[in-house]
């Protein structure tokens, strides 16, 4: 969800796989690959968890110090990248800030983020930070929470960008402790996905 760090190797694939100008095959015909591809994709639906327990407070869960540990995986499961992240939440009425520090044991990312995130008057939240493009967005299922936002990230050391969605999932497992699991799109497919266990300190 919240601390996403950017995978250098997830970005070389997509620029590989997508954005390659050797590749001999016209775009129209990925069209039918892309289309079976999206349809096969990872599809969590939020009301199956609206009776599970314990309920899942963002704005609670995040009010303070919160560590986490966390692997980016590639499309075929390698994993790319190792990281560890100390999270300072402050909650002042609907609006809560969350300051990540990210530390990798393996692969590389952004040393800091600050989200900005507000619970809105029906209950669910927007949020910002300074790499995320347009405005995020997250709904409250119970025992779950789905953060959704689009990331420009760059590709490799060429200094252009290539925009990808964010789709995030975290569920409870008890007061303390969160798991969370975050899949990176472009055209609907997962090029990578994240797993991250967050804990209270």
Same mark, same amino acid.
């Given at each position: 969800?919240?601390?996403?760090?950017?995978?250098?190797?997830?970005?070389?694939?997509?620029?590989?796989?997508?954005?390659?100008?050797?590749?001999?095959?016209?775009?129209?015909?990925?069209?039918?690959?892309?289309?079976?591809?999206?349809?096969?994709?990872?599809?969590?639906?939020?009301?199956?968890?609206?009776?599970?327990? =314990? /309920?899942?407070?963002?704005? +609670?869960?995040?009010?303070? @110090?919160?560590?986490? %540990?966390?692997?980016?995986? $590639?499309?075929?499961?390698?994993?790319?990248?190792?990281?560890?992240?100390?999270?300072?939440?402050?909650?002042?009425?609907?609006?809560?800030?969350?300051?990540?520090?990210?530390?990798?044991?393996?692969?590389?990312? =952004? /040393?800091?983020?600050?989200? +900005?995130?507000?619970?809105? @008057?029906?209950?669910? %939240?927007?949020?910002?930070? $300074?790499?995320?493009?347009?405005?995020?967005?997250?709904?409250?299922?119970?025992?779950?929470?789905?953060?959704?936002?689009?990331?420009?990230?760059?590709?490799?050391?060429?200094?252009?960008?290539?925009?990808?969605?964010?789709?995030?999932?975290?569920?409870?497992?008890?007061?303390?402790?969160?798991?969370?699991?975050?899949?990176?799109?472009?055209?609907?497919?997962?090029?990578?996905?994240?797993?991250?266990?967050?804990?209270?300190?």
């Amino acid at each position: 969800m919240i601390l996403l760090p950017v995978c250098r190797a997830f970005l070389f694939h997509i620029r590989d796989v997508l954005l390659s100008r050797r590749s001999a095959l016209p775009v129209i015909s990925l069209l039918p690959v892309l289309v079976i591809s999206g349809c096969g994709s990872t599809s969590i639906k939020g009301p199956d968890y609206l009776t599970q327990t =314990p /309920a899942l407070d963002i704005g +609670e869960f995040f009010d303070g @110090s919160v560590k986490a %540990w966390g692997i980016v995986q $590639n499309r075929k499961g390698k994993v790319v990248q190792r990281f560890t992240a100390t999270i300072e939440g402050t909650r002042t009425g609907d609006t809560l800030v969350l300051d990540e520090t990210f530390e990798y044991g393996f692969g590389e990312g =952004p /040393a800091t983020r600050v989200w +900005e995130l507000n619970r809105l @008057s029906n209950g669910q %939240w927007s949020g910002s930070a $300074n790499d995320v493009f347009s405005e995020a967005s997250g709904a409250e299922y119970g025992n779950a929470f789905n953060w959704r936002y689009q990331m420009d990230l760059p590709r490799g050391d060429s200094g252009r960008t290539v925009r990808v969605w964010f789709d995030d999932w975290i569920w409870a497992m008890d007061e303390d402790t969160v798991v969370n699991r975050s899949y990176i799109k472009k055209f609907g497919i997962t090029f990578a996905e994240v797993t991250l266990f967050m804990r209270k300190q």
